[in-house]
Every structure is written in structure tokens, then in C-alpha cells.
């Protein structure tokens, strides 16, 4: 067997977690999780490239290159014009929570926005997304630097949604955590701009349903063009609550996401539904889950890819039924758009189904632009790059219309925005 | 219609190859505005060819000349023939989904009238020609021909038609798979184009369309030819006669 070439072990410092947390107020609890979470860390070994999770894209891409909690605070950018009705507002940037804006209806229902750092939450960090989860949300947990709390009390619904913006700097390592109150309702939407050449960020969200919630979670990613990020968002949702997960990628030169929730409890639904947009050389690596644990749990995922230029990316889709989740269902839809010949997309369904009683479905494709559609727009007098964008515009737009309204405008704007430089 | 009047189509010694094989081998024709054409011919015979080449299709080798009024557009790419007034309704419309019926029509329409057409105008207009072809207004919301019967995307051809107020139509067999209501509305749009002054050449196998659209030349079209054209009666004969004492060969080699 053909020896490989030694590979430099990779190191990572973490040499200033107990000042972070120190500087940041945070009380015992939460720095004895860092520091468990550092501990998993030394010495570093990187995920197995022969991993499926792993396969596309290389682990070390994502390594800091300094030490991640010796980060300083830095510029968060533009003042942040908020004039859109919402129930609340957060900014985070410069590693710290900047801006909070609460409606008065939202106060008066004890709806909390607060500085994770101080929340005295530590008992509720690492449920959904614990250190264990993979190396990248190990570092995230030992040296995250400004997170935000959302807790929507039981029993509250907010007409309007909650934006959380998350500006990225030269290293950012932003944490959320969303509290859904039992039969709460509301949107949460959590934007990522900014960073720059060679920005890195690397981003936990938990998102948890108590009983019978029903949240609306929408992840927009559009950083500027040189960033190299990962994020990872998970949902757990407890029995009769509805989670519907909405994923829209657009920015960064190296993107992976993971994305997924736990049907914890009897009747839990979750919906995925995303759209990634990618140009140039563009790298994007998108892994969903559903995970369905309890009986009579349903989900449903619908994931759309256009790619222009010598853009990549790769999809990686997950359903497990665990052998409790009898009577559950689960389907999976992926659908890749190349218009360009140098554009590469790869789909792969993984399915692990552990229980008869189930019904599961799954498709996939990748496929260029169909010349008779575009002949079909020509001969009604649309230009070549017009047509395409119409085709491309429809190609999202199917899965954009199964958003909550608000974040289904902002996107339908973003992907208008982008199909208009391309 | 004026007699002295030029034609808005024509075409001449246009031959058309896919890959090796000729599938239409030298046809002349000149349409008047408002003049109706009807082409009849048999299965495979390259009717579908002859349209799709003509509007433009890049897979299809196309050798002649291609006029549109007076204007020659041979090597122009479907987009600005349609922009200067061509219009092909499809034999098989394809979908697109995503794409409302109203959105789409709203771009198609800004682009063959070369401004943007104002969102309640262009509304009220699609409602009106909607109403015209018995079309319930649900239609505008739904994804362009996306699970639509086969007459209904049919009327939707039609109802592109009457939007977009072409010089010259060609429309391919929207007349099959009707039932005799939509058989009646669609004669009807073609009848409404017909008066717009709209030259157009119909593709049909059917006798039926004929007896609401009353064409002014009717064609033969067998291997790849025009063997005959004559008026109505042509078709009353064919429908009665079928194709076989019309062979090429029978026509001495025309
Ligand atoms: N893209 C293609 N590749 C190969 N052969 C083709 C292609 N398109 C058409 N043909 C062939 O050309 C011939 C003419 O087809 P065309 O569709 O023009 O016939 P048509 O007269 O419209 O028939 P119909 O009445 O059934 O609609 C047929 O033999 C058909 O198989
Ligand atoms: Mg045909």
C-alpha cells in the first residue's frame, strides 16, 4: 500500500478562554462548558475526510488561523437602519451584541432578547448542538464570542418576526440560542453579512420547540465575497410543535452549512426549505437532517441550487427514523440548476430508515437549463440572459412560495438582486 | 384585406435538415396580413419542423430566405423575431414552473412592446382576453403550463396570442385534444388575431377547426412539401379522401 504523505498535525490555540469569558461576565457554569468543550479540542484531530460529512469539502479550510479566543472586539460596520415592522431586533458584531430593539407588544408578552454571555443560560447551551456535534462546533462552543438569547414565552404569538443580524468580522464566532415557549409562535430571522477577504466565521444556532410551537426560522447567508464560513443550525422540536427551517445561501467564497432538527416528540412537524445561488468560483456544501425520534412525525425538505460561472456545490441530505418513529413520513427534494458548463453540483440522499412503518421519499437532479423552455421564452420575444433569468427565477421561486411571507420577500428580493448582476 | 396588399410573411425555397436527415424540402409561401393559412398534412410529414424552424429554433439547419414584412429575418435569433411580430403557439407547450401565466406574460409583453407595460393596465388587459376565451382569472396565478390539460394549455397559447398582437402567427395543431367548447373559443382567437390584421398558418389535421376558422389558402404538406394548395374546398376533400391519392410521387414529382 502506497504510504501517505505526512501531513503536519494541525494545531489550535485556545489559550484565553477563561479571560473571554471573564471579560464577557459570564458566570461558572458557562466557562466550565468552554472549558469542556477545549478539552475535546487538544489535541486536535480533524474529521476523517472519508466521512461523508467531509467528503467535499477539506475540514482545515474552516481552522482559524490565530487563536479564536484571543479575538478582539472589532468594527461592526454601518449603522443598522431598521424600517420594516418587527417585533424585535438584535445586531451582532464586533464579537459582541451590539443592538437589541424589543416592540412594546413583544415586551409586554416577555419576549427576552438578551447578551448570551449574561443570560444564565448555561444549563440550556449544548442541548441541541453540544460540543460533541463535530470539531467546528467545538470551537465554537469553547470560544464563541457574542451570542444572542431569544425566548418567546408559552403561549405567545408575535405578529411580526424577529431579525437578528449577524455582521461577520475578520474571525467571528457568533452563537444564538431560540427559546419557543410551549404553543409560542413567531419568526425569527437570522441574517449573516459583511466580513471581507478571507473573513472567517464560524457560527452555532439551537434552536428549541417546547410542545406544540410552531417557529419559523429562516438562515440567510449573504456575506461578501471572500468569506469562509460555516454554520451550523439545528432545531429540536418536541411533540405537536411545527419548526419550519429556511436556508438561503448566497455569499462567501467557501460556504458549508448544517442544517437540521430532532422530531423529538410525538406529532413534531419540521420543514426545510432553501435555496443556495452561487457564481464565479464559489464553493457551497450544504448537509441537512431530519431526524425523526418519536412516532407520527412528519417531515418534509425542498432544497434548490442555481449555480452560474465555475461555482460548486454539494448536497448532502439526511433522513433517519429511529425504530420508535412508527407512522412517520419523510421527504426529501433536491433540485440542482447549471448555467454554465463549468458549474458542477453533486446530490447524494443518505436514508436511514430503522422502522417499517414509515413512508419515505426522496429525489434528486442536476441538469442544465432545457433549450425548448428557453426557445419557448425566445419565441415570445425574451432575450437569452432574460429568459434564463426567468427560468432561474421560477427554479427558486417554486420553493421560495412555501416560506412565511416576510422572509420569503426579503429572499425573492436577494435571489431578483443577484440574477440581475449575473 | 386589401388585394394589393404585401405579404407580412413570406418564405422561400426553405429547406430545413436535423442532422443528416432533410425534413423539409422547399417551401414557398406568402401570407397576407389578416389572411388565414391552414397546412395539412400527415403524421411526421414535418409540419412541426417547418413551424419551429421558421420562428427560429437552434437545432433545426434552416436554408432559404424568411421575410417578415418585407424585412428579411432568416438568420435572426426566435427573440427579435418575435420582437419584430412572429409568434409560434407550440404543438407541446412546455413548462415552466415557477412562473406564473401573469408574470410571464407581463415580461413577454414589455419585451415584444419594447416599454414596460404599467401593472394595472397590463392587469385589466389580461383579465379582458382571459374573460374573451371563458379562462377563469385563477389562470394568471398558476405556474406557466405546469400540470395544465392539454386544452387549456392550448387556450393559454391563444391567449399569449391575443396579448401579444403578433404581424404573423404560426400555430401548430392548437386545435387537437379540444373538446367542442374550447374548440369554439380558440376558433374564436384566432378569428379576433385574424380581424387585428394578423396573417397567420394553421396547422391542423382537422376539418372541425375549419368550420369556424375559414381559411383563405389551404396547403397540403406531404414529405417535407407543399403537393397542392387550393381553397376551403381542399380540405372538405381530404377529409374525404384522405392523403393517398395525393402522394408526392402521384403529383409528378413536384
Ligand atoms: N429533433 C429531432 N431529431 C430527430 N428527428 C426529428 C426531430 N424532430 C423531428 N424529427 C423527425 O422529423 C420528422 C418530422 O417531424 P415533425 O414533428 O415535423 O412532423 P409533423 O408533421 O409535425 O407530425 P405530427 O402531425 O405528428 O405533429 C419526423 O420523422 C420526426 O421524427
Ligand atoms: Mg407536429
Sequence with gaps: MASRPAVAAPELALDHVAALSRAAGEDAALLAIRERARALLTPLTLPDRARHLWRYTSPATFLPDGDPSAAAPGDVGPAWRLDESLSAAALLGGGGLRVIEIGADARAAGVVIEDLHRAGVADLLGRVVPAGHGFLEAINTAAWRGGVLVRVPAGVTLEHPIRLRLVAGALSLPRVLVLAGEGSSFEVIEGHVGGGAAARVIGVTEVVAEANANVRYGLVQRWEAGVIGHLTARARVAAGAHAQLSLASFGGAEFKADVGAVLAGEGAAVETFGVAMGGDAQRFDHHTEHIHEAPRTTSNLDFKVALTGAARSAYTGMIRIAPGAAGSEAYQENRNLLLSGHARAESIPELEILTDDVRCSHGATVSPIDPEQLFYLASRGLAPMQAARVIVYGFLDQTLGRLPQTTRERIQALVAARLHTE | ?254
Design chain 2, 1 to 254: 384585406m386589401n388585394e394589393n396588399a404585401r405579404p407580412v410573411f413570406s418564405c422561400n425555397g426553405v429547406h430545413v435538415r436535423i442532422g443528416e436527415k432533410e425534413v423539409v424540402k422547399g417551401v414557398d409561401l406568402a401570407v397576407l396580413p389578416g389572411e388565414v393559412h391552414a397546412i395539412m398534412g400527415p403524421n411526421g410529414s414535418g409540419k412541426s419542423t417547418l413551424a419551429n424552424s421558421l420562428m427560429g429554433h437552434p437545432a433545426y439547419a434552416l436554408t432559404g430566405t424568411v421575410e417578415l414584412g418585407g424585412e428579411d429575418v432568416t438568420a435572426l435569433p426566435p427573440d427579435e423575431k418575435a420582437r419584430r411580430g412572429m409568434f409560434l403557439a407550440f404543438q407541446y407547450p412546455v413548462a415552466v414552473p415557477g412562473v406564473t401565466v401573469a408574470s410571464f406574460l407581463r415580461a413577454a409583453v414589455s419585451a415584444v412592446r419594447g416599454a414596460d407595460v404599467p401593472v394595472r393596465e397590463f392587469r385589466k388587459e389580461l383579465l379582458a382576453r382571459m374573460e374573451d376565451l371563458e379562462m377563469d382569472p385563477g389562470f394568471a396565478g398558476r405556474y406557466l403550463n405546469d400540470g395544465f390539460s392539454g386544452g387549456e394549455k392550448k387556450r393559454v397559447e391563444i391567449l399569449q396570442l391575443l396579448m401579444l398582437k403578433p404581424r404573423f402567427a404560426l400555430l401548430d395543431e392548437t386545435d387537437s385534444g379540444l373538446d367542442i367548447d374550447a374548440l369554439k373559443v380558440v376558433a374564436k382567437g384566432i378569428n379576433a388575431a385574424a380581424s387585428n390584421d394578423t396573417g397567420m398558418l394553421l396547422v391542423t389535421h382537422y376539418q372541425r377547426l375549419l368550420n369556424y376558422v375559414h381559411p383563405h389558402v389551404v396547403h397540403v404538406f406531404m414529405d417535407g412539401r407543399i403537393v397542392r394548395s387550393g381553397g376551403p374546398e381542399l380540405a372538405l376533400e381530404l377529409e374525404e379522401r384522405g392523403y393517398d391519392w395525393l402522394e408526392p410521387a402521384a403529383v409528378g414529382g413536384v
